[in-house]
């Protein structure tokens, strides 16, 4: 599907499929395109051309009670609390309020909240009431879970908490979709990632292929040139991480097959004043920035608007 607001191309002939049952990232930069795909796939606005099919469905919408959806704009009545707060959503979706009720009360109990049923939601901290609002957006036990950049805001001992909430949601049967550009949730949670880079998929398979698309790198600390560095064999490709008083860090790419041994020998039989020295295999992030040429912590939407200036 693609997304055109105006003349802006937001998302560009995007085509991914999630399989039942398994947790896939879809990942990107602010201002990548996530929102308006999910919105798509949602049913909530309409794609400028191409299709979805989720459910069986050819629209979000025929299958709304089907899906649980975590908006990226988050909200949940101040004065309710959270076992009537997650009632009220799961009514939304056809549950029936005692039964929203008692879900509720067991949810919060096995997250740890079991203290705060009774604090109205102004009186939470915000990862619990984003947590609040994830067990409000799953209450009716959805078949296909949507979460919007779910971890944004939240500390990182609430973020391990999210983190397990979806591992259980995969486990109890869902299908989950979730956005970020926080790459390293992706890598411990996906079966699969799907890349997004100013609209455009850059890649779409597991972690590990992912990852694969990146060469290996050496991290070299010490007094050395970049150009010592790289005329070491197996280098290919320096550049200079951090400089301060001639110590340099230095992240060196090691070709296919290269070997970070044979790199290790000839800089210490050149004499190199190397003090720290790293074989380091390519994340996520450093598979993201390879692949996409973009950094997946910078805001894209920043950067269109500079561009349509
Ligand atoms: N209704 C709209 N009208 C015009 N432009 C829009 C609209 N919605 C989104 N955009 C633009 O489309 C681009 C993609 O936005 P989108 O929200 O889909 O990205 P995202 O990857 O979800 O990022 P974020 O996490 O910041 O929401 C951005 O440049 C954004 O400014």
Do not use: W
Not at 65 to 78: A, Q, T, V
């Amino acid at each position: 599907m693609s997304k055109r607001y105006g003349d802006f191309q937001a998302v560009r002939d995007l085509s991914f499929e999630v399989e039942k049952g398994t947790i896939c990232g879809f990942l990107g930069p602010n201002g990548a395109g996530k929102t308006s795909t999910i919105r798509m796939i949602l049913g909530l606005q309409p794609a400028t051309a191409g299709r979805i099919t989720i459910l069986g469905a050819d629209d979000g919408r025929k299958v709304r009670d089907r899906i649980g959806f975590l908006p990226e704009e988050r909200g949940l009545y101040k004065k309710m609390t959270p076992v009537d707060a997650i009632a009220f959503f799961g009514a939304l979706k056809g549950l029936p309020t005692g039964e929203g009720r008692r879900r509720a009360r067991e949810m919060l109990d096995a997250q740890g909240l079991g203290a705060s049923k009774r604090k109205k939601m102004k009186e939470l901290s915000k990862g619990m009431s984003q947590k609040v609002q994830l067990i409000a957006s799953v209450v009716h036990r959805p078949e296909f879970v949507i979460l919007d950049e779910p971890f944004s805001g939240l500390d990182p001992v609430n973020q391990q908490g999210l983190e397990a909430m979806i591992r259980g949601l995969a486990a109890d049967g869902a299908t989950v979709l979730f956005s970020t550009h926080v790459m390293q949730h992706a890598e411990r949670l996906c079966d699969k990632v799907v890349l997004l880079a100013r609209g455009n998929k850059a890649f779409e398979g597991t972690v590990a292929e992912a990852r694969a698309t990146t060469p290996r790198f050496l991290e070299l600390e010490g007094a050395i040139a970049p150009d010592q560095a790289a005329g070491l064999p197996g280098v290919s490709g320096v550049e200079v991480v951090s400089e301060a008083d001639g110590v340099r860090v230095l992240k060196a790419g090691l070709v296919s097959g290269g070997r970070g041994q044979d790199a290790l020998k000839a800089a210490f039989l050149n004499g190199l004043d190397v003090r720290r020295f790293e074989l380091r295999e390519p994340s996520l992030h450093d598979a993201f920035i390879g692949l996409t040429g973009d950094n997946p912590d910078q805001d894209q939407s920043v950067k269109a608007a500079e561009a349509a200036r």
